[in-house]
């Protein structure tokens, strides 16, 4: 082989090893950016979810998942300023002989689950205090809150209440309201204290019960049609 020809051959298979090894050593560098942003990424995000106030959910009924589910909804918005960090329902038992709707929400979103006899119980208490847990919220859970219950949680804890408080105190607001013919009720708000549906209200929304009631027409009535 000429050697001129040899030549050739060795500058052009240097070249392509050069050209092999550039595009390696940027391929490789491509990687760790890559990586590089996909951990700041995990990191801002952990710092984010961490700076988030923690919620602690407490319901058992029909009424109680659909604003459990509200909550979720909120707490998974970009802009949101809060997490769910727990729910708590009442247990299977001898009244509850089945899984609650807010149990079973609770398990579709794989959210951390505690299903305490009663809210007075030594473990439970201890189980709440790991949480650090900034506010509670409940709706028709159906078990008393003692007052070691209540110190726990940083801000407090605020009740969803179906009725137009102090109206309707305790429980079934709903039913009491249409048993009595209402032509109106509501939703509130209000701080939980040791007395029960007794706290300061936060807020409270009118809702007109008129098209849900039906009245049955007179005789004169009828004759007339």
Do not use: W
């Not at 940027?26 to 760790?32: H, V």
């Not at 029909?62 to 459990?68: I, N, R």
């Not at 609650?100 to 009663?118: R, Y």
């Amino acid at each position: 082989m000429p050697f001129c020809l040899l030549k050739v051959l060795i500058l052009l298979l240097f070249l392509s090893v050069h050209s092999f090894n550039t595009i390696n050593m940027r391929y490789s560098l491509k990687q760790i950016y890559m990586l590089k942003a996909r951990c700041m990424s995990t990191t801002m995000h952990n710092v984010i979810e961490s700076n988030k106030k923690r919620i602690l959910f407490l319901g058992t009924p029909t009424f109680a998942a659909e604003s459990l589910q509200t909550l979720y909804d909120t707490s998974c918005t970009p802009s949101c300023q809060f997490r769910i960090a727990g729910v708590v329902t009442q247990p299977v038992s001898g009244t509850q002989k089945k899984a609650s709707p807010v149990q079973l929400l609770a398990k579709k979103l794989q959210l951390p689950l505690l299903a305490p006899v009663t809210a007075k119980d030594p473990e439970f208490i201890e189980q709440l205090e790991k949480l650090n847990i900034d506010l509670c919220i409940t709706a028709a859970y159906g078990n008393y809150l003692p007052r070691k219950f209540l110190s726990i949680p940083k801000y407090g804890t605020v009740n969803i209440h179906p009725s137009l408080l102090p109206k309707y105190r305790g429980a079934a607001p709903v039913q009491r309201s249409l048993e009595n013919g209402d032509m109106a009720t509501g939703v509130s708000v209000a701080y939980t204290v040791l007395k029960m549906d007794a706290g300061p209200i936060i807020k409270q929304i009118p809702y007109p019960l008129t098209c849900l009631l039906y009245t049955s027409p007179s005789p004169r009535d009828r004759q007339k049609s």
